[in-house]
């Protein structure tokens, strides 16, 4: 009989340690507040309508150089005429340094029940149905 009852005994101690344990996992689930999962990823398209250094450098440099050429009202002309195309060009210039003109955004229920929506340039491999962890702005994860 004692054996039966020692054996009894340390199974259900097995059972108990092994359960403490799932519920130590399940306790660090549910504290990450920033945690969800991605239940939408989109590649999008976005237009930057941004005009920086490389419009103004250029509208400089063309009027710069358009003041070279003619008299009088020709070269007025000469000048607004090469301040606009030079500032069409460094327009054109720094949009295509910028890089793409695509991003991703992400819809991702958290456990907090918050849904969250994420945009940022790359996928880091995630698809609908992962685990994340929302942090700054990005996703990473979990």
Not at 14 to 38: E, F, M, P
Not at 66 to 87: E, F, M
Request: proline residues 1%; positive net charge; hydrophobic residues 35%.
């Amino acid at each position: 009989m004692n054996l039966r009852h020692s054996l009894i005994a340390m199974l259900v101690g097995t059972a108990v340690i092994g359960s403490g344990s799932a519920l130590a996992r399940d306790r660090d689930y549910d504290r990450c507040g920033n945690c969800g999962t991605v239940v939408d990823v989109e590649q999008v398209r976005h237009r930057d309508d941004h005009v920086g250094a490389g419009t103004a450098i250029g509208a400089i440099a063309g009027g710069v150089l358009g003041s070279t050429i003619g008299k009088g009202d020709g070269r007025t002309a000469a000048t607004v005429g090469g301040a606009v195309a030079g500032g069409a060009i460094g327009h054109q210039v720094e949009k295509n340094n910028r890089g793409s003109d695509s991003a991703w955004r992400f819809r991702v229920d958290m456990d907090n029940g918050r849904e969250v929506t994420v945009m940022q340039n790359d996928n880091p491999d995630v698809r609908n149905g992962d685990r994340v962890r929302v942090s700054n702005g990005r996703l990473q994860r979990f």
